[in-house]
Every structure is written in C-alpha cells, then in structure tokens.
C-alpha cells in the first residue's frame, strides 16, 4: 500500500531533550514535507526537501532539523525541545514536476513538550 | 501564512443534502488542491485543479476554479455521515510547499 509513515503517533518528552520524529515514504517521491497544524495558525510548512540532499526552510523551522540522506526518509529533529513546540506535526511527500498530483500525508505524531 | 480562507466555517447539514464549501485565495496560483481531515487524523488529498481548469469531478466532488475571483468551490453531492471532517484547500504557486485554508468543518447528521 502507497504510504507516508510516521513514528511515533504520540510522544510526550520534557524540555530539552532531544528527539526524531521520522518519515518515510514508499512511493519514490523525490518532495517531502514537515508541517504543523496548531488551533487557529492552521498548517504551516517547517521544512521541505526536493531531492536528496537537498533541503530547503519553511515558514516556521527556528528549532527544528532536517536530513534526507535517503529517498524514502525525511526525519524531522528537535534538538532541545521546548514546550511552544507543542503540537501536531504532518509529514507528506509527493512527486515532482508533470507526476504531480498532489500530496500524500502521514498520519500524523501528536507531540507534548512539557 | 495562510493563503486562503474557506467559507463557511462550520456547516451542519442531513445526510443526502449537498454540501458546498468555498475557498477564496489571494496571489496567483499553479494549482488549487481540497484536502480532507478527520478529526485529529491525517490529511487526505481529494483533488487537484490546475490554473487553466474551470471545474473537475471526481465521484461525488465536484470543484470549480475562477482565477478572475480567486475563488474556488467545493461540491459534494448526496453526502453521507462518513463525510463528516474538516476540508481544506490549499494552493500551490511554484513547487515548493502548500498555503492552506482556514478549514470548513462538515457535519452530516444521519
């Protein structure tokens, strides 16, 4: 089945400690995405990748990193974590160019700093 | 930033009505594309609509693009309680990330 995956689905962690929320697709997608979705602000981009190694900022990346060594894997870190990061993060890949027809997302990792 | 605001917000309607939900949209845009979410879930992608297409149908959507109003709707037809969820559009200027809607949140009571 055609799919993004993300891991964890829920993570609640304390300030300051660092972690990975990874994404992984399997349908050859040379984009992918990290997005966050908070009440009122809706879903804003944090970082983007076109191609592997190649990685480009957001609209809101202050606090986040990003690596794509892979194709298929895009993970999203926070290297100190702090509780504004609170929040509901998307992962979502597609391909590029004239194959584009739009985006495929995770499900989504519902994260809690505290 | 938010690109587009959908309207309306919220819209609670019987299980085979039509629902109509409407994206108004700012810059110029490559494409326009209605995502649908359930509740704390994913997004899924319902369809795409390139710039220089009037409308597209795919089953029970149907989706009109005006470039001149910058403005874009959504139609589902007969709906069903399984339509119930938060739909948004989003628009697509050069390849590099999407500007979502504000959302509308469908309520289709049996």
């Known amino acids: 089945e055609a799919q993004v995956t993300q891991n964890p689905r829920y993570l609640i962690t304390v300030t300051g400690k660092k972690l990975t929320v990874t994404c992984s697709q399997n349908m050859n997608h040379e984009y992918m995405s990290w997005y966050r979705q908070d009440p009122g602000l809706g879903l804003r981009q944090i970082y983007y990748?076109?191609?592997?190694?190649?990685?480009d900022k957001g609209d809101v990346p202050e606090g986040y990193k990003v690596s794509r060594k892979e194709k298929r894997n895009f993970p999203l870190i926070l290297e100190s974590p702090s509780p504004n990061q609170t929040s509901l993060y998307f992962c979502?890949?597609?391909?590029?160019?004239?194959?584009?027809?739009?985006?495929?997302f995770g499900s989504g990792t519902r994260l809690t700093v505290v | 930033s938010q690109q587009g605001e959908e309207d309306p917000q919220a819209l609670s309607i019987q299980e085979g009505e039509n629902a109509t939900m409407n994206c108004s949209y700012k810059?110029?845009?490559?494409?326009l594309q209605w995502y649908r979410q359930n509740s704390g879930r994913g997004l899924v992608h319902l369809i795409l609509i390139r710039s220089n297409e009037r409308e597209k149908h795919s089953g029970r959507l149907r989706v009109t693009l005006d470039t001149s109003k910058k403005s874009s709707s959504l139609l589902i037809t007969a709906s069903r309680a399984a339509d119930t969820a938060s739909y948004f559009c989003?628009?697509?200027?050069?390849?590099?990330?999407?500007?979502f809607g504000t959302g509308t949140r469908l309520l289709v009571s049996p």
């Open positions: 979502a890949s597609s391909f590029a160019g004239t194959g584009h027809h739009g985006y495929t």
């Open positions: 810059t110029s845009i490559n494409n």
């Open positions: 989003a628009t697509e200027k050069g390849f590099q990330k999407l500007v």
């Open positions: 990748s076109m191609n592997v190694e190649v990685t």
